[in-house]
């Protein structure tokens, strides 16, 4: 009966000791885990059915938590890309809720839109958010997702990423496209 009773337990018990599984593809990033931003999905949280909450109610500035996925650039060299997907946030204060979008190639970094000119603070609503890159002809991945600065609760649902037209204005600083005061 004791030893019965010893594996009911086990049993009951592993679900809530297993580490929380993100959907194939998606990875966490930054403080996200164990001692920091905590990661949900949810069977009813996003703009349409399933979405992805994080929250990091006892954080501050200068850390983030989020998930993130990578694909290869293979089919968007070349191109410019946007990144769209829905946030909904609670509460978010001393950072910001944000998509992020990053172009590599190789180990190298070629840029990155973290939205951190125009995050989503408070509390807000369910709105399409984008960002937009060009893919460099020499580009080998694309990387992308969300990220929660501060403290708060950030949803997040249905990301997309498509091909759009080349004079689609880019979210990210290249600098502009014109030198200027070049002689004083
Ligand atoms: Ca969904």
Redesign the pocket.
Known sequence: MKRLLATTMILIAAPIAAAFELPDGWYPVGDSGEGGYALNVGPDT??????LEVYGAEHTSGQFGGVGQSISASDYVGKTVQLTAYIRTENVDDGYAGLWFRVDKGKDMLVLDNMNDRGVTGTTGWRSYTSVLRVDAEATQILFGAILTGTGRMFV??FAIDIVPDDTPTTAAYGPNEPKNLGF
């Open positions: 996003g703009y349409e059915g399933a979405g649902d249905e």
